[in-house]
């Protein structure tokens, strides 16, 4: 008779069957067979136990790559986003609240391209953007940036009916200048900002152009500046009387009607809230935000 050294396992399986005594010792031939079988079988169990582990660590070296390259490719569209719409998502802050972040720069341009040169902002842009923003479960607040000249005057009070109308709480902050349909875009938010140097003017509607000199076209005029008037009187704690007292204003600009108001100024007028920075802007949205929810 042969003694096999098999295992508690296999010791228990062979005895069961009546292969092996307690002792170990195969019974007879056929036995010995089948204890060669088993061995042989454990060791395929045994290559097959180590090439799934082996194919479970190239899959998670794989998952590791493909995370990599997923947020490689994330990175790459918010710098993106940024280059060519001035757009980022604010998420990584003390209080735990998702902001997104606007600007509003250069020239509005209105139904016809500027120029290659010009700096501008695109109301086809914002105006998806903002619908985007308004549906979004994610986003809790909305921060504009505004340096801008103004522009067209029925894209710039679209944008800026389109900020008025979002039920997420708004904070406009003027780092540079916003001028003539700027100052509608800056009051159009919840609550506005400006910094010690920024300056707002405030002037009469312009139109370039062939302009027929008829009444009708003065009435057009009328019509458009009441439509400005109206929207920074009832979006800020300007009166309608002071805000057209400062359009037509003669003793300030040598070339043209209207006034420029600096800094602190344009909150003694009532046009913008207070004067601050980018910190106090923030800080005020969160604000905002908490005291909403």
Request: some cysteine; overall charge negative; charged content about 25%.
């Amino acid at each position: 008779m042969q003694t096999w050294n098999v295992s508690e396992w296999e010791r228990m399986i062979a005895t069961r069957a009546g292969i092996v005594n307690n002792s170990g010792e195969i019974e007879n031939a056929n036995s010995e067979q089948y204890m060669l079988q088993n061995k042989q079988g454990n060791n395929k169990q045994n290559t097959a136990n180590n090439n799934a582990n082996m194919q479970s660590s190239q899959n998670d070296k794989s998952k590791v790559e493909v995370d990599e390259k997923t947020a490689k490719e994330i990175e790459k569209l918010d710098n993106d986003k940024v280059q060519e719409y001035g757009q980022v998502t604010l998420d990584k802050n003390r209080r735990d609240h998702k902001l997104h972040l606007m600007t509003i720069i250069g020239e509005i341009e209105g139904h016809e391209c500027l120029s290659q040169q010009t700096k501008t902002t695109k109301y086809e842009h914002i105006l998806p953007q903002l619908a985007v923003i308004e549906d979004s479960e994610d986003i809790e607040g909305v921060l504009f940036l505004i340096n801008t000249i103004g522009g067209a005057v029925e894209s710039g009070l679209a944008i800026a009916e389109m900020i008025a109308s979002l039920s997420k709480p708004t904070v406009s902050l003027i780092v540079g200048d916003s001028h003539s349909i700027g100052v509608p875009l800056a009051v159009a938010t919840d609550y506005s900002f400006i910094v010690p140097t920024g300056t707002v003017i405030i002037h009469p509607v312009r139109m370039s152009g062939t302009v027929i000199g008829s009444q009708q076209t003065y009435d057009y005029f009328k019509i458009m500046q009441d439509r400005i008037v109206g929207f920074i009187a009832d979006h800020s704690k300007a009166d309608r009387e002071g805000i057209e007292t400062m359009m037509f204003n003669t003793a300030m600009m040598s070339k043209d009607l209207g006034t420029i108001l600096v800094g602190k100024e344009a909150v003694e007028r009532g046009v913008i809230d207070t004067v601050g920075g980018i910190h106090e802007a923030i800080e005020k949205l969160y604000d905002m935000i908490e005291g909403k929810n």
